[in-house]
Each structure stands twice: as C-alpha cells, then as structure tokens.
C-alpha cells in the first residue's frame, strides 16, 4: 500500500501565477480533502472531495479550487498567487465507509510565492 | 478563543522520561479526538485516536480524553530521541455528513540523549 501521495514534493512560483497540486488517495479511500499548514501552525482546511464533488469548504477564498477525477485523485489549484499562500499543502484521505472519522495524510507539497 | 488551544513548546526532556502533551478545546460537539506526529518537513502521521471520553493505550503512548473538562492528553512512556518531533492533536465532530478535524497548531517535543 503506498498510502497517500502527493506531487510536486517542492514548488516555487511567484506573485501572481497559478499552480495545480496533485493527490492520489490511499488504496480504499474515496474522500480527499486539502490542508494548508503555514510555518509553526496546525493544518487549517482547505476543502473535501467526494464523489467528485466539494462536499466541505473552510474559510478558503475562491483563488482555492480543485478537482476530484474517478479514479479518487484530486487536484488543488491555486490562482492569483499571494505571498502569504506560502506554505505546506496537506492531502488527506479516509474512506467514506468505516473509520471516516481518521485521515491519513501524504508527505505534503511545500510552495514557496516570491 | 481558538476551538482548539495547543501549547507549541518547545518542550524538552531527557531520553527515558514520561512525556506529557496536553490539549483544549471549547467545541462541545467534537466526538474523536486524535493525535499526530509530524517530523520535521512531513505530513503528519496518525498516532491513535480515541472516541469520546476515556483511555486508550498503543505500546509507550496512551491517549486520554476527559470530555466534562474539554481537555485531552497524550502520555509518551520511556521516551526515546526518535520521538523528537512536533506533536499535533486534533478532534472532530460530524458536521455535513462528514468528519472535518480542527487542529492544534502542534507540540514541539526533543528528547535528548
């Protein structure tokens, strides 16, 4: 079981630009959700996908979207780049089925505005 | 008042010592109560979780939630340097059908040698 992965593992963008951040679940898991995790913080919730669909939001402006496919993957975009968008991004999967209530979480995209 | 209160440390201890990491929180509907350990640089790693108030023990690590007083705790016996690392605790309830944890903004703990 490879758990969850993520890529890219690191990223540099600037002021202004886009950027897509990619998930594959853990085997048997149905449901992602995003995290952000700024320096010395908590993961703060992003969104959660199901079915293809965003089932949950936080307190995210809308420069935050993303994208689950059919096969459970998902994708975090990102327009407008702010410096404070800087930070680690958590993906998180659980099963909709069974123990929902734990995710388990992959290694994390680290991007990096200038 | 943050729903979840976590102090970030750093709390420092010698190799072998009983470790306690403690959290609070004000949202009466959170039912699961985790905790994570995330090193350095990596996403945080499910340590144990616990459903609604009592103990739950795994090898060296006991968990413990005290739900009358809102508080939870993580034991760490015979702590080892590999343990050195930032310890999140986190709790959910069901809200929209799903479960959406709250975090601490996390425990730094080093265990030196």
């Known amino acids: 079981d490879a758990g969850v992965t993520q890529s890219p593992t690191h990223l540099i963008k600037t002021r202004g630009q886009q950027v897509t951040l990619r998930c594959s679940p853990k085997?048997?898991?149905?449901?992602v959700s995003w995290y952000q995790q700024a320096l010395g913080q908590g993961p703060q919730f992003i969104f959660q996908y199901y079915e293809e669909e965003e089932r949950q939001r936080g307190n995210f402006p809308d420069r935050f979207s993303g994208h689950q496919f059919p096969n459970y993957s998902s994708e975090l975009n990102v327009n407008a780049l702010l410096l404070g968008d800087s930070a680690l991004y958590l993906c998180?999967?659980?099963?909709?089925?069974?123990?929902?209530?734990?995710?388990?979480f992959g290694p994390g995209t680290r991007l990096l505005v200038l | 008042q943050k729903e979840v209160e976590q102090d970030p440390g750093p709390l420092s201890v010698p190799e072998g010592a009983i470790v306690s990491l403690n959290c609070t929180y004000s949202n009466s509907a959170f039912q699961y109560f985790m905790w994570y350990r995330q090193y350095s640089r990596k996403g945080p790693e499910l340590l144990m979780y616990t459903y609604s108030s009592g103990n739950k023990e795994d090898g060296r690590f006991t968990a413990q939630v005290d739900k009358s007083s809102k508080y939870i705790s993580l034991f760490i016996r015979d702590s080892q340097p590999s343990d050195s690392a930032t310890y999140l605790c986190?709790?959910?309830?069901?809200?929209?059908?799903?479960?959406?944890?709250?975090f601490g903004r996390g425990t730094s703990l080093i265990v030196h040698p």
């Open positions: 085997s048997g898991h149905d449901t």
């Open positions: 998180a999967s659980s099963p909709t089925s069974g123990n929902q209530e734990t995710q388990y």
């Open positions: 986190a709790m959910s309830g069901l809200t929209g059908g799903s479960y959406i944890p709250t």
